[in-house]
Each structure stands twice: as C-alpha cells, then as structure tokens.
C-alpha cells in the first residue's frame, strides 16, 4: 500500500509563506519522481514542482524564486516551501508520486487527497 497526506495548508496574506508537507508511507521503491500539483476552482490539476530521487527539482514558470520543493534524507515527507504568496496560488495542493518526471498529473498514479492554501489581499 502507498499513502500520501497532505497537511500544512491554510489561509494567508499576499505576500506571506507557508509550508506544507506530504508524509509519505508504503511501498515507495519504485518512485523516482515526487511533485506538488495544485487545482484551483474550474481549473485543470497544474504542475508547481517536482523533486527525483536524486535531488533534482523542477518549477513551474510562475513559481520559479518563491517556491521550494525538498524532500527528506529517507523519503517519508515530501515539503512545499511557498514564499511571496499571491491570490492566484489560492488552490488545492495535492502530492504525488511517479514513476518518471511529468509536467502531467495523468502520469502520477500515487496521490495524496490535497489541502487548502488561500491567499487572500
């Protein structure tokens, strides 16, 4: 079994940080790429960061220099360290797991069930 849960979210200010987690239980050998998606109301599942088993990291444009991905030395807490927070970061940020780095959420089978990040003005 794979389990991954989100925690850490909550509402704040424009211009403010936050950080949330991902504990990471199960089976997880066969991950190589680990990443935060958010889904913000009638929108698609974007991309914001990922991380591979070797420490490698990848942003979204519109996140590059607020946002930071890291991962712990055994792997069982995946963190979101967001920073400069704007209005339009207001989604649901969701985890996931994968078997190779993909800007798409179809390509991640493990999931977390989100948690909420508003960013108000």
């Known amino acids: 079994q794979v389990h991954l849960v989100e925690s850490g979210g909550g509402s704040v200010q424009a211009g403010g940080s936050l950080r949330v987690s991902c504990a990471v239980s199960?089976?997880?050998?066969?991950?190589?790429?680990m990443g935060w998606f958010r889904q913000a109301p009638g929108k698609e599942r974007e991309g914001v960061a990922s991380i591979d088993s070797f420490g490698r990291t990848n942003y979204a444009q519109s996140v590059k220099g607020r946002f930071t991905i890291s991962q712990d030395n055994a792997g069982n807490t995946l963190y979101l360290q967001m920073s400069s927070l704007k209005p339009e970061d207001t989604a649901v940020y969701y985890c996931?797991?994968?078997?190779?780095?993909?800007?798409?959420?179809?390509?991640?089978?493990?999931w977390g069930q989100g948690t909420q990040v508003t960013v108000s003005s």
């Open positions: 199960g089976h997880t050998y066969s991950f190589y790429c």
């Open positions: 996931a797991a994968g078997p190779e780095f993909s800007w798409r959420a179809e390509s991640y089978p493990y």
